[in-house]
């Protein structure tokens, strides 16, 4: 199928957010694999559950909380409303905030306003974002650049996306992904973060970054959103092969082989993750944040209050299961995980 061009690009943004709010877009058989990551319960904690403290640094910004709000949208007027709402919420509960694709703003800026949320969210880690397979189609440095530049971001994620891609009949020449990443990585004003959109960065992604300079990888892996079925959605009205939309790398085994290939590079932990003790079990394998997509679309129509509230409700949550393993921090929960991060290894 021919690239839709720009104006196809704003069309098929805006029928991800209703297939996003409407169909059953999650893995059907595949789970995270975070429901067999145990928290260790302590039933003697030395510590009071208020002290418990979710304070991170994440890509240079400190963050209340280890949670970004995932990357989603921007390019058309609701997606413009949502990242507003987001953005508000992320300041208000000073975390993280990654926009959608910023190739609609490259390609027509008038749609810029639609991400330009900076004005809301001063102080938030924000982070901007581009697909890797345009700069195999010629975008470069240049481009990574405008895009950080003109919302005013604190690095910029580009997301791996080639399953999404070839059923979507988008853009499915990936070749030489690797130098086009070291090519960016070397030379960005801001760090680097290099994401999928929910089907995961496993063990081989991760060897082929391997020595690049990197702000974070963020593994979205399998278990939440296929973006393998939305696209069937978006494409056909049903999912005609459910059997490709269950592909992938589980997010707690993306935690742990990304580790293990990049030690040194900050995980982010994505794809699935809904609830305070999921945040707290992939702490426990090594991640440094967690982030959110999809269970925010709907409160981010209601409001920022009602984003405001699910965020707060999730990391309420995450300290509940901190305090009840005995982990005044951030860095002592991933600490605790140092035993347990074996059962998930293949
Ligand atoms: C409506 C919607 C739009 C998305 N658009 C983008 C995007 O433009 N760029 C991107 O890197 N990821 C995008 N994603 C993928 C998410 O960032 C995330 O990796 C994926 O949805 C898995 O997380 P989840 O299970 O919490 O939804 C989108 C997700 C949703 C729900």
């Known amino acids: 199928m021919p690239d839709p061009g720009p104006g196809g690009i704003v069309a098929r943004k805006r029928r991800h957010l209703e297939v996003c709010l409407e169909e059953d877009v999650d893995f059907q058989t595949r789970t995270t694999g975070l429901e067999d990551v145990e928290v260790p319960y302590l039933a003697l904690p030395d510590l009071h559950r208020d002290e418990v403290d979710l304070g991170v640094s994440v890509l240079g910004r400190a ?7 995932g ?3 921007g390019g058309e007027q609701l997606g413009g409303r949502i990242n507003r709402t987001l953005a508000e919420a992320a300041q208000r509960c000073g975390v993280g905030f990654m926009l959608g694709s910023q190739r609609v703003m490259l390609e ?13 969210a001063p102080d938030a880690l924000l982070v901007g974002n581009l697909g890797l397979a345009q700069f195999v189609a010629g975008y470069g440095l240049d481009e990574a650049e405008r895009a950080v530049h003109a919302v ?25 992904a690797r130098d086009h990443l070291a090519d960016l990585a070397g030379r960005l004003s801001v760090p680097l973060v290099v994401k999928e959109v929910g089907h995961g960065i496993g063990r081989r992604a991760a060897r ?16 939440g959103t296929s973006w393998a079925r939305v696209e069937q959605f978006v494409r056909h009205g049903r999912v005609a092969r459910p059997d490709i939309a269950e592909i992938g790398v589980p997010t707690a085994r993306a935690l742990v082989e990304v580790a293990s290939e990049l030690p040194d590079v900050p995980r ?16 426990l394998l090594g991640a440094s944040a967690v982030a959110v997509a999809r269970p925010l679309l709907a409160p981010a129509l209601e409001g920022a209050d009602a984003v405001v509230a699910w965020i707060e409700a999730f990391l309420d949550e995450l300290r509940t299961a901190m305090f009840a393993a005995g982990a005044a921090d951030v860095a002592a929960m991933q600490r605790l995980g140092l035993g347990t991060r074996a059962p998930v290894l293949p």
Do not use: K, W, Y
């Open 63 to 69: 963050l209340a909380g280890p949670f970004l709000i």
């Open 71 to 73: 990357a989603m949208t």
């Open 108 to 120: 027509r800026p008038e749609t810029t306003t639609s991400f330009a949320v900076r004005d809301l």
């Open 152 to 176: 005013g971001a604190d690095a910029l994620a580009i997301h791996c996306n080639p399953l999404q891609e070839a059923v979507q009949g988008g853009d499915v020449d990936f070749r030489g």
């Open 208 to 223: 082929e970054l391997r020595g690049l300079p990197l702000g974070a990888v963020d593994v979205a892996g399998a278990g």
């Open 268 to 283: 982010i932990a994505s794809g699935g993750i809904r609830t305070g003790t999921d945040a707290a079990r992939a702490l």
